[in-house]
């Protein structure tokens, strides 16, 4: 966990903590989590932070990936293997 907050607090992202989904907002650059008193562990809250900040570097200012894709097409697949691999 501790690795986990070192790492994290040194990426520039905007992150949004209210609501219950995990989810990165091209639109706005920024990553919306619950809370961490709303995950089960923290280590599910950070996999799941460390996952949205995967997507994060696929913005355009940064890695430009194709962010693009719905869900059930190539292009959200290939994204989601990219977040949890890098996650």
Do not use: M
């Not at 690795?3 to 992202?13: F, S």
């Not at 989904?21 to 996999?47: G, K, M, V």
């Amino acid at each position: 966990i501790d690795a986990a907050e070192q790492y994290l607090a040194a990426v520039t992202a905007t992150v949004i903590e209210g609501g219950d989904r995990a989810y990165y907002r091209p639109a706005t650059d920024s990553i919306h989590l619950p809370t961490l008193a709303q995950f089960d562990t923290a280590a599910h809250y950070y996999a799941t932070r460390a996952h949205e900040t995967i997507h994060w570097t696929g913005h355009t200012d940064r890695l430009n990936r194709d962010l693009t894709g719905r869900f059930g097409d190539d292009a959200y697949a290939a994204e989601e293997l990219v977040a949890e691999l890098g996650a």
